[in-house]
């Protein structure tokens, strides 16, 4: 059985050799996704759409406890309302599809598939707006979107990808950026308390905001090949839309105002950054709050009397408690193989059970995160197991955070960047004049980018690390997905 294991195992390419080929390994033998005929496309398969289900289950629950609600705008946008707003569209414009054709005739203005639906749901509101009565909109879409990407990565970056994105109307400045930080406190709250993953959160810079957008607000994870990944973002849109799209509205004051706007979102990227801050050589390893299985029950010599029908009983119990539990009672695989697939797919607990263990009345729970082994009362199972579950999240957790203090360092001078940078990788902490001159030339110069003005701010020096004129900002700098 052990030779069966290490040879299983080897079929994964290990992270410290090749952490690309890794990440490709896990995706599709965990069968999470497979590549479509469509270059650039993933077919997300039933046990990885499963896991996008449960992301959107969790944030829907708190997005209509915020008191918004789920909307469907078409995935078409004409071309005249995506150049209405000359900032968005030269933002997108490399990464627009575009269909020329219906049927067999032109099109007598080509429509635009989706990136993003800022310019669609704008000319919208431009119709259902006219007073404040009708202000605030809170509004969410569940979509895809289509990007044209050069280069993709199952979850990281496809060309088509599955994504919410919020949208709101506000009649003032402060309320507008009142809900642009509560979201992206949303957001924050679900990364660390449902996904597991630490985040850094704070402002892009005027380089890296979204298109037309007034500010754009981010919380930044780190993988473990110490490269950072944005994993969402929202955005202060002030009034720009809303004056290129002729939002009004008739203020309490008898004046006719622009409203101002919101649009936040996260996608199916957060996948990718599920398998790269917690995988490990043998594959996936699942927060247990979106794991499609939180329970995998083995029975262990199942062709002896009793086995099976113990377990479906136990199985059973743990259902009948709302835990996603699944039996593998096949019989064409041995439990050592059983035991390798289900810790590839990343369950967090394993169950066995055999005649041993209900002489016992017992059965022996196996965590996915550090393999103990844990004999257990049938009887108190359900409590045991719920038990367990929040102290893995809480485990896998705390070895993310460590993994990420130990990828963050701070830089004094632009010689220790680039040498963090080439020796230690991840998050650099270092001050910057705010110069989009000075971004530009470290972006160039070594790969890695201004990931976020953090709301905590830290004081490292007076001087920006490149150019030594008077710093603004402490950054976190990184190369990045």
Same mark, same amino acid.
């Given at each position: 059985?052990?030779?069966?294991?290490?040879?299983?195992?080897? %079929?994964?390419?290990? !992270?410290?050799?090749?952490?690309?080929?890794?990440?490709?390994?896990?995706?599709?033998?965990?069968?999470?996704?497979?590549?479509?005929?469509?270059?650039?496309?993933?077919?997300?398969?039933?046990?990885?759409?499963?896991?996008?289900?449960?992301? $959107?289950?969790?944030?829907?629950?708190?997005? !209509?406890?915020?008191? %918004?609600?789920?909307?469907?705008?078409?995935?078409?946008?004409?071309?005249?309302?995506?150049?209405?707003?000359?900032?968005?569209?030269?933002?997108?414009?490399?990464?627009?599809?575009?269909?020329?054709?219906?049927?067999? &005739?032109?099109?007598?203005?080509?429509?635009?598939? !989706? @990136?993003?639906?800022?310019?669609?749901?704008?000319?919208?509101?431009?119709?259902?707006?006219?007073?404040?009565?009708?202000?605030?909109?809170?509004?969410?879409?569940?979509?895809?979107?289509?990007?044209?990407?050069?280069?993709?990565? @199952?979850?990281?970056?496809?060309?088509?990808?599955?994504?919410?994105?919020?949208?709101?109307?506000?009649?003032?400045?402060?309320?507008?950026?009142?809900?642009?930080?509560?979201?992206?406190?949303?957001?924050?709250?679900?990364?660390?308390?449902?996904?597991?993953?630490?985040?850094?959160?704070?402002?892009?810079?005027?380089?890296?905001?979204?298109?037309?957008?007034?500010?754009?607000?981010?919380?930044?994870?780190?993988?473990?090949?110490?490269?950072?990944?944005?994993?969402?973002?929202?955005?202060?849109?002030?009034?720009?839309?809303?004056?290129?799209?002729?939002?009004?509205?008739?203020?309490?004051?008898?004046?006719?105002?622009?409203?101002?706007?919101?649009?936040?979102?996260?996608?199916?990227?957060?996948?990718?950054? /599920?398998?790269?801050?917690?995988?490990?050589?043998?594959?996936?390893?699942?927060?247990?709050?979106?794991?499609?299985?939180?329970?995998?029950?083995?029975?262990?010599?199942? %062709?002896?009397?009793?086995?099976?029908?113990?377990?479906?009983?136990?199985?059973?119990?743990?259902?009948?408690?709302?835990?996603?539990?699944?039996?593998?009672? #096949?019989?064409?695989?041995?439990?050592?193989?059983?035991?390798?697939?289900?810790?590839?797919?990343?369950?967090?607990? #394993?169950?066995?059970?055999?005649?041993?263990?209900?002489?016992?009345?017992?059965?022996?729970?196996? #965590?996915?995160?550090?393999? =103990?082994?844990?004999?257990?009362?049938?009887?108190?199972?359900?409590?045991? /197991?719920?038990?367990?579950?929040?102290?893995?999240?809480?485990?896998?957790? $705390?070895?993310?955070?460590?993994?990420?203090?130990?990828?963050?360092?701070?830089?004094?001078?632009?010689?220790?960047?680039?040498?963090?940078?080439?020796?230690?990788?991840?998050?650099?902490?270092?001050?910057?004049?705010?110069? #989009? &001159?000075?971004?530009?030339?470290?972006?160039?110069?070594?790969?890695?980018?201004?990931?976020?003005? @953090?709301? =905590?701010?830290?004081?490292?020096?007076?001087?920006?690390?490149?150019?030594?004129?008077?710093?603004?900002?402490?950054?976190?700098?990184?190369?990045?997905?």
């Amino acid at each position: 059985m052990e030779k069966k294991q290490r040879e299983f195992v080897t %079929h994964i390419t290990p !992270r410290e050799e090749d952490f690309s080929q890794w990440y490709t390994d896990v995706i599709l033998k965990a069968d999470l996704v497979d590549y479509a005929p469509v270059k650039g496309c993933m077919v997300i398969k039933p046990y990885g759409y499963a896991i996008w289900e449960n992301i $959107q289950k969790e944030l829907d629950e708190r997005f !209509r406890a915020t008191g %918004h609600k789920n909307a469907y705008f078409p995935l078409f946008i004409p071309e005249s309302l995506l150049r209405k707003e000359a900032e968005h569209v030269e933002g997108f414009a490399p990464e627009v599809a575009w269909v020329t054709r219906g049927g067999s &005739e032109e099109l007598t203005e080509p429509l635009v598939v !989706r @990136p993003t639906s800022e310019t669609i749901i704008c000319a919208m509101y431009s119709k259902w707006i006219q007073s404040y009565r009708d202000l605030p909109i809170l509004l969410n879409q569940w979509c895809n979107v289509v990007r044209w990407e050069k280069s993709t990565r @199952p979850f990281l970056r496809t060309s088509e990808f599955l994504w919410q994105e919020g949208h709101t109307v506000h009649a003032t400045e402060e309320e507008a950026e009142e809900e642009t930080l509560r979201m992206l406190g949303i957001y924050k709250e679900f990364a660390e308390n449902v996904l597991a993953i630490p985040v850094v959160v704070g402002r892009k810079s005027e380089k890296e905001k979204f298109a037309g957008a007034l500010r754009t607000y981010t919380m930044e994870a780190m993988m473990q090949d110490g490269k950072a990944l944005q994993a969402g973002t929202s955005h202060n849109l002030g009034q720009h839309f809303a004056r290129v799209f002729d939002i009004q509205f008739l203020d309490k004051d008898g004046q006719l105002k622009y409203a101002w706007q919101t649009s936040w979102g996260v996608s199916t990227r957060l996948i990718g950054a /599920i398998i790269m801050v917690h995988g490990d050589e043998r594959g996936l390893v699942l927060p247990p709050k979106v794991a499609p299985v939180q329970v995998i029950v083995i029975p262990i010599a199942m %062709h002896k009397e009793g086995v099976l029908d113990k377990a479906r009983e136990v199985y059973k119990t743990i259902a009948d408690a709302g835990i996603r539990v699944e039996i593998d009672d #096949r019989d064409t695989q041995t439990p050592g193989w059983k035991f390798n697939e289900w810790e590839l797919k990343g369950v967090p607990i #394993r169950l066995e059970i055999g005649p041993k263990d209900i002489e016992k009345n017992q059965v022996v729970l196996v #965590r996915r995160d550090s393999f =103990e082994k844990v004999p257990v009362p049938i009887d108190g199972v359900v409590q045991v /197991i719920n038990d367990m579950l929040s102290d893995i999240h809480k485990g896998i957790y $705390q070895k993310a955070l460590k993994m990420r203090e130990d990828f963050t360092h701070v830089a004094h001078n632009f010689d220790e960047f680039k040498e963090i940078l080439d020796e230690k990788k991840g998050f650099i902490k270092a001050m910057w004049c705010g110069e #989009r &001159e000075c971004e530009d030339n470290i972006k160039a110069q070594t790969g890695a980018t201004t990931r976020c003005i @953090p709301f =905590e701010q830290e004081h490292i020096d007076d001087s920006c690390v490149y150019c030594g004129r008077p710093a603004k900002h402490m950054v976190y700098f990184a190369r990045a997905y």
